[in-house]
């Protein structure tokens, strides 16, 4: 059921580092994230993407900027990859007038409209019928935009992933479906829940959708993906669907230490962390070590600005807890 | 133009004349292209605007709402069909927790400008599962606004207002009265949401009414004035924005209140409004506040039974006069 | 996908002819339900299943008395077939005390629970977890029954399709999931809307179900394929999934003329009336014409009686409104 | 046996009791086993009970409620965890539609005795789409028990009864008590769902609160008492069946009424109790009705703004000074 797979050229070294430093940037601002809850600056809950850096900064290269984006609760790597700053997303984490939505949203909503990143969802699979609807505006107003929608593979057994891709596929819609494959949905291995070995990829067939397993902590190779995915869907032949596998560094939320993982999967994971992925992949390529430190280093010292910028930005004015329901900005609901 | 048209035509010329006016209106939802929709309350607009304009769907409630959702964020206006009221509990999630609050919890980048148009309420002998009388669901979720009307003109005039509302829309066509008559709606005629109308005037008590109970309470109204009793009988046309101001207005003259509502009694939309009445209102009201309201049981499928459980003009009739000796 | 095929006898004479009679009683009843729509003595709303009769008859031969079953809002033959009378049915439809649901339910919801058939759902797709349910519960009591749940190939492009084949799968439970594919949701072609050809059995192996297509006019076969299914799922081996073709003689619901089928289908699939194909395996047995005319007329008389003994019966009495919501028979939701 | 529990451990003792008792009854939820549940309101279920009494799902509401509802039709007694009130919008069709209407819709032959166990409401920061108080949506829908404890006893105590009930019971867990502690329920302890409790006696004015807004509640009314107006404390306990009798008594005392409601003010409990209250117990008013509920806006993120919406003790104590001199 795979589409013609031509080949995508692999990124150049300049480009290629540039990615490793938006996954530096990421993984920096997963890091404070996770410190800030533990020092009580962030409240409620974080679902961090420490890990899965790869599936965001590889797609995000492979779309356009007016392509539309739809996320989940675990979105800080979505929302960085599409524009937002770590300062405003970690403003936003830290109940800052400042954050990306005014700290109406939270963690689990950062949303950059602007970028046309157009939101992260916390009901698992909501999203997913949006992003065919976004698609389907893209193509009725004859835009040449794609939609793409980010999910976990706890969110394959959702009824709206089943509607979603049904519709997608008898419309024909410039949408891609990717699946972040981190093997757990929440603290329950997602093999137990599930009837088939590859949640998302398994399932494209009963669609008629191509489906693609890919590694997830490869940028090159997610980039790849997408960019044949996205070329397709753009071309009018309509959706598809990439599972990418890859792992979460941290629990799945808060301080979940995460103890129902076994030891050995861990540590095989974490030798195949994106970053280092991407670093041995930029060895090859001739770029010496010392310019990949010095990426690393930058992104560890924009998000040490931010965190530092963020706690000192304002609360938000209280009055603005009664805005923002209506189109005309307030809340007024009768005479 | 003809001088009289059914309510289940002026849905269809509602949104005609909204998508003749605006190209980015578009519909879907099921059976409502070639077929024109289970109500033929779609008819014509296949035939009119085509297949880019009218979709039809899968049975996807999710997919139906959702997508809309996707689509109104990134620029279309589009109306969703949702076939029956007790469907919209197939995609609650998106009328509850989706496009309500997608403004709000961004902090306002995003705008959503749809429709969500549904066939709701009893009388036609549908059962439990396709007659229920759902507007007070709707209530429950700030951040929708309620258009329920009871006159073809008003289906047309509050259905321009709703597709133009940049905000969300829960528009609740009645079945009961997809067959009734009226004046049709003149040529750019626009209701605003969150008027209601005074639909006939009363000095004794206020009756406020909502879709298919309106010719409940103007039935009763009828009766009651041989009686000698005076019924102010209001149609509040919309749940959200609520008109409360209508109502006090009304009761500073009648002091006494008989709210006429399907939905059942309990989590009824009369709640809402007595409460403010209860409060805002304390000082005006001479006598209890009464709502006669469907019982609290499912819809039963026999004629003889649903009587016993939906608002009748005999019952309000009953209702008032009790009231009116208070 | 298919699970092993072993060979499943097929019915003798005498059993054929019975199920030949009782797929007469389904289709006369049916049409009485037509005509008494048309009189006006049915009100509301009806969804025959004159056409469609050899799916609930066939599978019903190769259940177990105490099997569940579940079937939807075009459910009259599978009420009849697990042992409803039409008698019970037609007041129902009627409106009368005597009604299979008191009046309360109607055509949608003919429910006879003392038969283990645990209801019509006019949701679509809802009923699908139940059946799902219910198997679970009949293995956590180990009573060795199964359930089955009917629907049509509308049915399986709504969430709750997907959400119960997954669950079945995921728990190996003793369910079957049988598809009426009659070409149509309403007025719009299955093939339209639905993403794959064969709308369930294309779907099954997204959840690791085997899937099999049988000719849903055929009694004998259903029943063939049914027992096949029902043995795996009796002895622990999980669920199955059945699509059978078929096609609904009436429109799709009261006075629907269904003009959108074309007239060569229509024609065609009259043509291969599942009582017609029953009578050609009666007289391949050897069964004389005149012995399936003699129970196609014992059916008639039954229902002709039934219809006369459902116009007579009383009306409910109007306090029935307010009884049957809790389990004290009562209604009453304060102090 | 502790003389001090948490909320939370109350959950998981009210199972366990009913597990231990009944061997018909069956956990299912996500990550409810060897997890214990995302807010441990499960722990040590598994252990006690194995994979056959508690089992884990996939994410899918509709198959959890679903198949809980087809157990409860054929002999077992299902729990079903929701793991957030919000997501009741992903299975609504099940609570609105299905297991409510299944007894009526078949004229009796079939019950449903099953719990669907929730976590509700705000105060922990999870933002606009993990922090409804949904309680008022299924008020909307006769044929459900509905169930929000405030102390730990009483959450054992109508765990028990909400699990022998052979009525669906919608059971809210509150978010914001699980931390919250108090005496344990004694051995065998039942408390009858439709009962209310009075919490604090006064004379002057009746304060009606449900779950979370229960301390809020007691907490106004010590500060009120230092003023020198005296509340009675009202915890509903249930919605449905709904204790009004408890109310108007009160009343019948206070002549003066006020809600604390963390569901927002359009669509909520308070609207229906109120109606009850404007019509039954109109000639035992003194003062207008006012409801402390929340703003008609989505649950905010940060808690600054979140202080702005919900109901807050401050508010009360406002809302009664007021009314306490009309
Ligand atoms: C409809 C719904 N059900 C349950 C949840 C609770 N929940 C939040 S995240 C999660 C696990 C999701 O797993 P997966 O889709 O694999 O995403 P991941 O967290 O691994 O990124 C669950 C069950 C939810 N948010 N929405
Ligand atoms: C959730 C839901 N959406 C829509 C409907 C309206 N509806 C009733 S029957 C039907 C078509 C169903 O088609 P199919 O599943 O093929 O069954 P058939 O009627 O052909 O037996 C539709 C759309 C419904 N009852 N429930
Ligand atoms: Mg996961
Ligand atoms: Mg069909």
Partial sequence: MTGAREAVADPDATELLALYEQMAVVRHTEQAAHDLFLSGLVKGTTHLAAGQEAVAVGASAALREDDYVFATYRGHHHALARGATPEECLAELMSRASGLCGAKGGSMHLTKASAHMLGSYAIVGAHLPMAVGAAWSARLRGTGQIAVAFFGDGATNIGAFHEALNLAAVWTLPVLFVCENNLYMEYTPIADVTAVASPAADRAPAYGIPGEVVDGNDVVAVRGAVTRLAGRARAGDGPGLLEARTYRHFGHSRADPAAYRPAEEVERWLKHDPLDVARGRLTGLGVPAGEVDAADGRAADLVRAAVEAAKDAPAPDPGQALTDVWADGGARWRT | ?326
């Avoid at chain 2, 709000?104 to 705008?111: E, I, L």
């Avoid at chain 2, 403010?276 to 004629?303: H, K, N, Q, S, T």
């Fill in chain 2, 1 to 326: 133009m003809a001088d009289v048209t059914t309510y289940r035509q002026a849905v269809a010329e509602g949104l005609a004349r909204e998508m003749r006016r605006d190209p980015a209106v578009v519909c879907l939802g099921e059976d409502i292209g070639a077929a024109g929709g289970v109500f033929k309350t779609t008819a014509g607009l296949y035939e009119e605007f085509g297949p880019r304009r009218v979709w039809d769907t899968p049975i996807s409630e999710q997919a139906i709402v959702g997508a809309a959702m996707g689509a109104a964020m990134t620029g279309m206006r589009p109306v969703a069909e949702i076939m029956f009221a007790d469907f919209l509990a197939c995609c609650w999630d998106y009328l509850a927790n989706e496009i309500p609050k997608v403004r709000y919890m961004t902090g306002g980048q995003v705008t959503v400008p749809l429709v969500v148009r549904t066939a709701n309420g009893g009388g036609l002998g549908f059962g439990a599962q396709h007659s229920q009388a759902a507007e007070n669901w709707a209530l429950t979720v700030p951040g929708l606004k309620i258009a329920a009307p009871a006159t073809p003109a008003d289906v047309t005039g509050m259905m321009a207002a709703a597709v133009r509302s940049d905000d969300p829309v829960v528009f609740f066509e009645h079945k009961a009265l997809f067959a009734a008559k009226g004046p049709p709606a003149p040529p750019g005629h626009v209701v605003e949401l969150g008027e209601a109308a005074v639909v006939r005037e009363g000095d004794d008590v206020t009756l406020v009414a909502l879709a298919a109970t309106v010719p409940v309470a103007l039935a009763a109204a009828e009766r009651l004035a041989g009686e000698g009793i005076g019924c102010e009988v209001i149609d509040l046309r919309c749940l959200v924005p609520l008109d409360a101001m209508t109502v006090l207005g009304s009761l500073a003259k009648t002091s006494r209140l008989v709210t006429v509502e399907e939905n059942p009694y309990q989590g009824g939309w009369g709640g809402t409004l007595v409460s403010i009445v209860a409060d805002e209102g304390f000082g005006l009201l001479d006598a209890p506040v009464r709502r006669v309201a469907a019982a609290c049981v499912p819809l039963p499928f026999a004629d003889a039974l649903e009587r016993e459980v939906v608002p009748t003009a005999d019952k309000v009739v009953t209702t008032v006069r009790d009231l009116s000796t208070y």
